[in-house]
């Protein structure tokens, strides 16, 4: 079975500040998909980053950074400089190769208050 | 873009109505999912299909049912409504699993029901 932890149920930083949402996973699947969802006030999950676990390379948006560690099972996300704009739920999950059509594993979400 | 819409973003209902949601993607989507997020337990999936006419039981399925008649159009339908199923609803859709990116899935907007 799979699973997906963010142990930080909430997080509040003041603009500008750096902040780092943590995701951890299990499965004993050797390909599986990690992924970052984001979810305004508005209620839509939108989807910020796909990795595979053959892809341990860090990657770089803008402002969003994923750090990919297969040796600590961990895909976390840091936001730099932290904006307003960037308060909402963030959810980690994942889909293990063995997994029948693509079914995700979410965390329990991570709620993110950037105050101004 | 990917599009995922649902047909409504609130909606009301009595106890023991029989309650349509409706999903539509317009992306060719092999795999469509539904669902249901509530604070504290996260996002869990309660149907899902892989073609049309077929369907597998997600997570939580009981009280739920769901029809694919078209590629595009994926339907849940709460055959009595009662008040545990106030909750949002999401809607997603992806391509085969072992494609490569196309694996993410993409989410509509959310649909908030009511039970009364």
């Known amino acids: 079975a799979q699973k997906v932890t963010q142990a930080q149920t909430e997080i509040s930083v003041v603009e500008k500040e750096d902040v780092t949402l943590d995701c951890v996973y299990e499965?004993?699947?050797?390909?599986?998909?990690l992924f970052w969802y984001k979810q305004p006030p508005s209620g839509e999950l939108v989807f910020l980053i796909r990795?595979?676990?053959?892809?341990?390379q860090n990657e770089i948006s803008g402002r969003y950074s994923w750090n990919f560690q297969k040796s600590t099972s961990s895909f976390n996300f840091t936001i730099t400089a932290s904006q307003v704009v960037d308060s909402a739920v963030y959810f980690c999950?994942?889909?293990?190769?063995?997994?029948?059509?693509?079914?995700?594993?979410f965390g329990q979400g991570t709620i993110l208050t950037v105050h101004p | 873009d990917v599009k995922v819409t649902q047909s409504s973003r609130y909606l009301v209902k009595r106890t023991g109505e029989k309650v349509f949601l409706e999903c539509v993607q317009d992306?060719?989507?092999?795999?469509m999912f539904w669902y249901r997020q509530d604070p504290g337990l996260g996002l869990r999936l309660i149907y899902f299909?892989?073609?049309?006419?077929?369907?597998e039981k997600g997570d939580i399925p009981e009280g739920y049912s769901v029809s694919r008649e078209k590629k595009e159009r994926f339907s849940l339908i709460l055959e009595s409504a009662s008040t545990n199923q106030t909750s949002m609803y999401l809607c997603?859709?992806?391509?085969?699993?072992?494609?490569?990116?196309?694996?993410?899935?993409?989410f509509g907007p959310g649909t908030r029901l009511l039970v009364l």
């Open positions: 999950a994942l889909i293990a190769g063995g997994t029948s059509y693509g079914k995700l594993t």
């Open positions: 992306m060719d989507h092999e795999n």
């Open positions: 997603a859709s992806s391509s085969m699993p072992g494609q490569g990116s196309r694996e993410t899935q993409y």
């Open positions: 990795r595979n676990s053959f892809d341990e």
């Open positions: 299909s892989y073609d049309v006419k077929m369907k």
């Open positions: 499965t004993r699947d050797t390909t599986y998909y």
